[in-house]
């Protein structure tokens, strides 16, 4: 029992019944890394670019991420390309003053005006990943459409990275996550900025917590939306997002469909025993009483009433 009890602490993810899950991190660099995670969801890679008046050289590029992918021999680590703007202006990327900076030239989108920031970025990925045994697999951020999703998957493989697939951060995205997933391998669904564009509201505005709130439904349907797509592709749908990280919503995000949960590695115990607790069944009975919901509070009365 004790064997039992110590790899329900410490093992990969599962249900009671055994329906696999993975609980992976999310990391801004090697020094986030905890040994025992099962892989990495989420290897955010602004930090290397912050304060810098040109972008970091592609040797320094390939360190930082070889340093991450050997510490993970084997394992999952997935890599998203930068993602500046918005909330994360970067001085080298002179971007005009925008108004809106949330609504603006980030994520992806910087690849518009700057292509060689991504181009450099892919090929440090690539040869970082050569050098190692880890799982690579490259995602962009702030992707609206198909087309958009197409050309970064194009741009991956011309890199020789494998696995391609893109953030679901934009509603337009999520309601049409089938077509979006035609040409790449996943889906990653970042809850903190899915939240703030579907419901107009300033991620960083704690007077709007209410509407950040992952519980409200239409939350929930956009991300059923995405898991049902990625279960008609036979393709993984991940959740990236804070919102992975509440055990009751992750048994949700299971009977959704979601095929895999990144978070800060201090939270993945919490959200390991709450799997290992409940039935593959029972997590789809939570979520589609989740679903059914009209408000954040009946919905949580479905897992816990
Ligand atoms: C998200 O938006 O949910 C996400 C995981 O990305 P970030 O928080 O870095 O914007
Ligand atoms: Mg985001």
């Not at 410490?10 to 995670?37: C, E, F, K, Y």
């Not at 989420?42 to 590029?61: I, K, M, N, S, V």
């Not at 697939?165 to 040409?183: C, F, K, S, Y």
């Not at 590695?265 to 390991?272: G, L, N, Q």
Request: hydrophobic residues 50%; aromatic residues 4%; proline residues 7%.
């Amino acid at each position: 029992e004790l064997l039992a009890r110590r790899s329900a602490s410490t093992g990969p993810g599962a249900t009671s019944d055994g329906h696999p899950v993975a609980l992976l991190a999310n990391i801004g660099s090697a020094r986030d890394l905890a040994p025992s995670v099962e892989g990495v969801g989420l290897f955010r890679t602004e930090l290397l670019y912050l304060d810098r008046t040109e972008p970091p050289a592609f040797a320094e590029q390939v360190a930082a991420y070889q340093e991450v992918f050997a510490a993970l021999p084997g394992r999952k680590v997935v890599v998203r390309t930068l993602d500046a703007g918005a909330d994360k202006p970067l001085p080298f990327l002179r971007l005009a003053d925008e108004p809106n900076p949330a609504l603006g030239i980030r994520g992806l989108r910087v690849a518009r005006t700057m292509p060689s920031v991504l181009d450099t970025q892919l090929s440090a990925i690539a040869a970082a990943a050569a050098a190692t045994s880890a799982d690579v697999w490259v995602m962009a951020p702030m992707v609206a459409t198909a087309g958009e999703a197409a050309a970064f998957a194009a741009s991956c493989r011309e890199h020789g990275l494998r696995t391609a697939g893109v953030m679901i951060e934009v509603p337009a995205a999520a309601l049409r996550a089938g077509a979006v997933l035609r040409d790449v391998d996943f889906l990653s669904i970042g809850t903190n900025d899915l939240s703030q564009y579907t419901f107009a509201a300033d991620r960083m505005c704690g007077d709007l917590a209410e509407l950040l709130d992952p519980w409200q439904p239409a939350l929930i349907s956009l991300i059923a939306a995405c898991a049902a797509a990625g279960r008609e592709a036979g393709k993984p749908v991940g959740v990236c997002g804070e919102s992975a990280a509440d055990p009751d919503f992750a048994l949700v995000l299971v009977g959704l469909g979601i095929t895999s949960l990144s978070m800060a590695a201090r939270s993945i115990p919490a959200v390991r025993e709450a799997l290992a607790a409940h039935t593959y069944d029972e997590c789809v009975q939570f979520a589609k009483a989740a679903l059914a919901a009209d408000t954040p509070t009946a919905a949580r009365a479905a897992v816990r009433p």
